[in-house]
């Protein structure tokens, strides 16, 4: 199965054609989620894209989908509320169940998180849910357009600018989202629950955290976001939600399954493009899955370390692991270890000690600090000692890279 982001469509609640998106991990998925955007969001947001492909990249498959008459899906947007939202999810959790496997965890953003909320009893195979921002009552969302309520309910409809975006909402609309109380869904959810908020949060206040996890049964969890915004436009905080979402969801999702490339295989590193933008990797170390990316500046996302940083994280890894092992076996007061690591490129003939002449050379330097009560000599002699670990001897070492074209391109 190929790692990647994946167009598909299907039938809404409604019949219009829904466009989505399915993130794809490298191996065999632990599972597939489902994603719900904000509202009057889409697939296509930062929050969405980089939480699918984070945990993508711990090895669950997501899919994100336009709500009916918003992004790339068909329909009018001014036809659809709260009720049809739900109505498309549980069409979502069906092309899943039938061309993929129904998922197991629902994810929901702001309105997408109640809307998750409301759906989760029709997804009988789900056995999480998150909610991101959530209200606890859908009637919140009319406060994106209070201004615009009395006119909307006196003539039947209205255009309200929502985002820097013009929208028509009608007056079914805000009937709909009236009537819909969670807290009986919430109560009776019988599924595992994580509440991620933000308490500085200024379009949906905390306050809806706390009913939502007073209204709901264990277990329950709730984290807080800290100072990020609403719609986590920040990709720091984007990519923590993605981290504790998978950590967390692994408890119901069970472990990863072996990657293809490496069962049985001890030492085997495969490295597979995520599709998260032009150089996302997974990287599969046994059951360990890390991640690879080129910075902004170089076309990339910044979702991971680039090569060079991975290469300098494996030097002081094994410096420390080396200048360990060895204070244990003297039996020297080592209580802590760190070494910074830096690479850059400098002209061969700006370097007194290199063979090479001409052109430039790599040069990692490392800043190593001992905690502990080593006198002078225990110090200068971890040191020393640093300058043997195995990976330092293997970049001044002679190296071999044999590359081989494995079997047939893969389809699909």
């Given amino acids: 199965m190929r790692s990647g982001s994946e167009k598909v469509t299907f039938p809404g609640a409604a019949g219009d054609e829904l466009a989505a998106r399915l993130d794809m991990p490298a191996g065999a998925p632990r599972g597939y989620a489902l994603f719900a955007h904000c509202f009057t969001c889409s697939k296509d947001i930062f929050a969405a894209s980089r939480i699918a492909g984070a945990l993508a990249g711990h090895g669950i498959a997501v899919l994100r989908f336009d709500f009916t008459g918003l992004g790339a899906s068909e329909g009018e947007f001014a036809n659809t509320n709260f009720s049809s939202n739900v109505g498309d999810l549980i069409a979502a959790a069906g092309w899943l169940r039938g061309n993929r496997e129904a998922p197991k965890l629902l994810i929901g953003h702001s309105l997408g998180g109640a809307a998750v909320l409301a759906a989760a009893s029709e997804i009988p195979e789900a056995v999480a849910v998150a909610t991101i921002g959530a209200p606890f009552d859908p009637g919140h969302v009319a406060g994106h357009f209070a201004d615009d309520v009395a006119r909307i309910r006196a003539e039947g409809e209205a255009e309200v600018t929502l985002g820097g975006r013009s929208f028509r909402v009608r007056r079914q609309f805000l009937d709909d989202i009236a009537g819909r109380a969670l807290g009986p869904k919430i109560g009776n959810l019988h599924k595992a629950l994580m509440i991620f908020h933000a308490p500085r949060d200024e379009i949906v206040g905390i306050d809806n955290a706390a009913d939502i996890f007073q209204a709901a049964k264990h277990p329950k969890s709730f984290v807080s976001l800290d100072d990020a915004d609403h719609l986590l436009t920040r990709k720091a905080d984007a990519a923590y939600v993605a981290d504790v979402l998978a950590a967390w969801a692994g408890r119901w999702l069970g472990a990863a399954p072996a990657s293809e490339a490496t ?85 061969a003939e700006d370097c007194a000690d290199c063979e090479t002449r001409e052109g430039k050379v790599d040069r990692f330097t490392r800043e190593i600090v001992l905690d502990g009560a080593l006198d002078e000599a225990q110090r200068e002699k971890l040191l020393e000692i640093a300058e043997k670990c195995p990976v330092h001897r293997t970049l001044h070492s002679e190296v071999q890279v044999l590359t081989t074209l494995a079997g047939t391109p893969r389809d699909g």
């Fill in 263 to 347: 069962a049985g295989e001890e030492g085997a590193v495969v490295v597979a493009e995520n599709g998260n933008g032009r150089f996302g990797q997974d990287i599969t170390v046994g059951a360990h899955l890390l991640h690879a990316d080129e910075p902004a500046s170089y076309g990339g996302r910044d979702s991971g370390p680039n090569p060079y940083a991975l290469l300098s994280a494996a030097l002081g890894a094994c410096t420390t692991m080396t200048m360990r092992m060895y204070a244990e076996r003297k039996e020297w007061p080592l209580d802590k270890a760190t070494v910074t690591v830096r690479h850059d490129k400098i002209h």
